[in-house]
């Protein structure tokens, strides 16, 4: 059973700091691709920034050069550092990581419950 638990999100001011954490637990064999998706009341959820096991990373445009995505592959842990937040970054973020159970199973996705971050002026 893998589990993904996302933790740091909360209330922030425009212009404020936030860190997430993603921890993924349980039978993994290997992870190649982690990233952090976010969703925001009446949208899609949209890709924020993923990195893949050799530390490549990708960001959305609205993102660029506020957020960094980085990763632990020691502790099975990703990152979020979200600087110069605005209120459009408000939504739930979630945990995705793309990895291999045992060395014997295919690669699936799995996701993280959510972590609500707020952005308010």
């Known amino acids: 059973q893998v589990q993904l638990v996302e933790s740091g999100g909360g209330l922030v001011q425009p212009g404020g700091s936030l860190r997430l954490s993603c921890a993924a637990s349980g039978s993994i064999f290997k992870i190649y691709v982690m990233g952090w998706y976010r969703q925001a009341p009446g949208k899609q959820r949209e890709l924020v920034a993923d990195?893949?096991?050799?530390?490549?990373?990708n960001y959305a445009d609205s993102v660029k050069g506020r957020f960094t995505i980085s990763r632990d592959n020691t502790k099975n842990t990703m990152y979020l550092q979200m600087n110069s937040l605005k209120t459009e970054d408000t939504a739930v973020y979630y945990c995705?990581?793309?990895?291999?159970?045992?060395?014997?199973?295919?690669?699936?996705?799995?996701w993280g419950q959510g972590t609500q971050v707020t952005v308010f002026s």
């Open positions: 995705n990581a793309d990895l291999q159970a045992n060395w014997y199973a295919s690669r699936a996705d799995y």
């Open positions: 990195i893949a096991s050799g530390g490549s990373k």
